[in-house]
């Protein structure tokens, strides 16, 4: 894809899309992520339904598709100058996120019906510290493209 050059304002609308769609994605995955993470907790992995489970992976995979298409999109925005490096990190997280955000999918082990737990509570760990961070770059990048 083509990298087109965006002004300030169109820059920042753009990445509050990808913001707001982050936002919203997972607000929707976050009750699967809860029912999985209550059956962990509880150790009633086993108790939980194949199609439950399947749906709660599906569900996952979905929210990774949205995060890498979302990654894609932002590295292709290109950034006005003033914003340039700043948006190189704000990529970079974002980028970092969708990675983690799959090994939180790939932890999810369906055929087995089991979770690789040292594989999904390090990638729940990644994408709390990741997110913050994405949110705190988008914070700066906003605030010096206007």
Same mark, same amino acid.
């Given at each position: 894809?083509?990298?087109?050059?965006?002004?300030?304002?169109?820059?920042?609308?753009?990445?509050?899309?990808?913001?707001?769609?982050?936002?919203?994605?997972? !607000?929707?995955?976050?009750?699967? /992520?809860?029912?999985?993470?209550?059956?962990?907790?509880?150790?009633?992995?086993?108790?939980?339904?194949?199609?439950?489970?399947? !749906?709660?992976?599906?569900?996952?995979?979905?929210? $990774?598709? $949205?995060?890498?298409?979302?990654?894609?999109?932002?590295?292709?925005?290109?950034?006005?100058?003033? $914003?340039?490096?700043?948006?190189?990190?704000? $990529?970079?997280?974002?980028?970092?996120?969708?990675?983690?955000?799959? !090994?939180?999918?790939?932890?999810?082990?369906?055929?087995?019906?089991?979770?690789?737990? !040292?594989? /999904?509570?390090?990638?729940?760990?990644?994408?709390?510290?990741?997110?913050?961070?994405?949110?705190?770059?988008?914070?700066?990048?906003?605030?010096?493209?206007?």
């Amino acid at each position: 894809m083509k990298k087109t050059f965006v002004t300030p304002q169109q820059y920042a609308m753009k990445v509050a899309e990808i913001a707001q769609l982050t936002e919203d994605t997972g !607000e929707k995955t976050s009750p699967f /992520f809860d029912r999985l993470d209550a059956a962990l907790n509880d150790d009633k992995l086993a108790d939980m339904s194949k199609e439950d489970f399947q !749906e709660i992976a599906t569900a996952f995979d979905d929210a $990774v598709d $949205v995060y890498q298409d979302a990654s894609a999109n932002l590295a292709a925005i290109k950034a006005p100058a003033r $914003v340039l490096g700043m948006h190189k990190s704000l $990529v970079q997280s974002y980028k970092d996120y969708a990675d983690a955000t799959q !090994e939180m999918a790939d932890a999810l082990q369906v055929e087995k019906h089991a979770v690789d737990m !040292e594989q /999904f509570r390090d990638s729940e760990a990644k994408q709390n510290d990741l997110i913050v961070k994405f949110g705190t770059q988008l914070r700066r990048v906003m605030m010096s493209a206007m």
